[in-house]
Every structure is written in structure tokens, then in C-alpha cells.
């Protein structure tokens, strides 16, 4: 039987992407240096949210290298109680703007928006609470 265990990213600052994981729910739960050769060449963040354990890898590589986010990438959903609350929280506390007001694809379906991460990856924010 399979199981899903993770999506990584790669990310070029772990504390900015720290703050803006966190700021949507996300629990960092541990790190693990990527040693080869006695040289650090990544390090690697484990993220939780609700009971799903270490489902997001932050992946950030010590050589300086910078990344393009390509045209097959599309984006990470997060479900939230309240799109309007997460929403006013995420930009009075952390200066997390969304690309365009809440809307809703399907007429009666939930609500989404999205928010960029500090590697402007897209996270799709989809309430769940049918408001």
C-alpha cells in the first residue's frame, strides 16, 4: 500500500519562509544538514500541519545557488476555517497580501485565494467552513 509522506520546495531564505509558513499554520517540526563529503550542502525543514506529520520539506542549498519556478509548477493548498480572518491576519501581522480578492470557481463551491511565499511560490488558501 502506498502513502503520501511529503512535497519539498527549494527555498533561498529558511527564516522568511520559516515566518511565512508558520503565519499560515504550518509547525516546523525538525531539520537535517545534507552532509556529502564532509561539506554541508543542504539543509532540509520539516513542516506539520493539523495531524498531518512532516508533509512539507523546505529544501535550502548552502552553495548559492538561485532557482526559476518553472511553468509545470502550480501551487500548495491549505484549508482554513475562515478565508476573511486568515486573510486580515496574514497582512496586519505578517505583510502577506493575496493576488486578488477571495472568489469562488463553481457557483455555491468554497471560497479561495492566493498568497505568494518569500520564493513566490503560489499557496492556494481554500475555506473550508462554507461561509
Known amino acids: 500500500m502506498s502513502s503520501f509522506l511529503h512535497t519539498m520546495i ?3 531564505d529558511p527564516e522568511r ?9 504550518f509547525r516546523f517540526s525538525r531539520d537535517m544538514d545534507i552532509v556529502r563529503d564532509g561539506v554541508r550542502e543542504a539543509t532540509n525543514y ?8 512532516n508533509v512539507l520539506e523546505l529544501t535550502f542549498n548552502h552553495d548559492g545557488r538561485s ?8 501551487h500548495i493548498a491549505v484549508g482554513v476555517d ?10 496586519g501581522d505578517h505583510g502577506i ?4 480578492p477571495p472568489y469562488q ?6 471560497r479561495i485565494c492566493f498568497v505568494r511565499d518569500p520564493d513566490d511560490y503560489r499557496v492556494e488558501l481554500i475555506e473550508r467552513s462554507g461561509h
Not at 46 to 53: K, L, V, W
Open 10 to 12: 527549494r527555498i533561498t
Open 17 to 25: 519562509s520559516r515566518a511565512f509558513y508558520e503565519a499560515l499554520g
Open 46 to 53: 520539516f513542516y506539520s500541519i493539523g495531524d498531518a506529520e
Open 67 to 74: 532557482y526559476e519556478l518553472g511553468t509545470a509548477y502550480g
Open 82 to 91: 475562515d478565508l476573511d480572518g486568515t486573510l486580515d491576519r496574514l497582512q
Open 97 to 100: 497580501e493575496p493576488e486578488r
Open 105 to 110: 470557481v463553481v457557483e455555491g463551491g468554497s
